[in-house]
């Protein structure tokens, strides 16, 4: 699989269910961060979890790294309407560089059911 | 809360043309980068840029493309002559730091359509 390349693709679930979407990566991380991105909409910032750290919480997001199987999970719990969009995790390498730029996946889209 | 600013929201341009995508990151934010998202696919880097000069480029990021930062509070893309296949969303996002810590807010992009 490539860099950042999120699952399932598409996902659709009732409002008051959890949602959970996952993302595999191949090389070796500074960070990793999730988005949102409504319908040709600009792209939220929602959470970066660093290479040393297991889990983070923000709100009604969890989010997990496994840097040992290279993959991530996002969690929404408690979904609602207003939670449809697509959402992408974004790689920060550890290239040893300068700024780096992030590798995203393609995303998943995410539909909540009223 | 301060966010990344683009404009124009859109733009169409004729093929071969000069056109100049403009931003204002974050204030306090020293590290400055241009994506470009074609309709359906990935978003894909481009260009990072750190006091004054490019930090890292993406193979897409050939001669026809430039960036500036001509004052303190603007960056701009420039695509010198513009293709069918430059058409998309163009998004800007700063960071305050690299590396471990590097939050990138994005912009709300600039949808650029070449005809």
């Known amino acids: 699989s490539q860099q950042g390349e999120e699952d399932p693709q598409a996902l659709s679930i009732q409002e008051g269910e959890n949602a959970t979407m996952n993302c595999s990566y191949k090389t070796s991380i500074n960070n990793l961060q999730w988005y949102r991105q409504n319908s040709g909409r600009g792209l939220v910032h929602l959470i970066l979890i660093r290479s040393n750290e297991r889990e983070k919480h923000s709100g009604r997001l969890r989010v997990t790294l496994d840097t040992s199987k290279k993959s991530s999970s996002l969690l929404i719990t408690a979904s609602r309407a207003a939670d449809t969009a697509s959402y992408f995790c974004?790689?920060?390498?550890?290239?040893?560089?300068?700024?780096?730029?992030?590798?995203f996946g393609k995303g998943t889209h995410l539909i909540i059911q009223p | 809360e301060p966010e990344v600013t683009q404009t124009p929201s859109h733009q169409v341009t004729q093929m071969g043309q000069e056109v100049i995508l403009r931003c204002v990151p974050i204030?306090?934010?020293?590290?400055f980068y241009w994506y470009r998202q074609i309709l359906g696919q990935k978003v894909e880097f481009l260009v990072s840029f750190y006091n004054n000069e490019i930090s890292e480029k993406s193979e897409i990021f050939d001669d026809q493309f430039s960036v500036e930062r001509p004052d303190g509070s603007n960056f701009t893309l420039k695509i010198r002559s513009t293709k069918l296949e430059d058409s998309a969303m163009y998004f800007c996002?700063?960071?305050?730091?690299?590396?471990?810590?590097?939050?990138?807010?994005f912009g709300p992009g600039t949808r650029l359509t070449v005809l």
């Open positions: 204030s306090n934010h020293l590290y």
């Open positions: 996002a700063s960071s305050v730091t690299s590396g471990v810590y590097s939050e990138q807010f």
């Open positions: 974004a790689t920060d390498e550890n290239s040893g560089g300068g700024a780096d730029g992030l590798t």
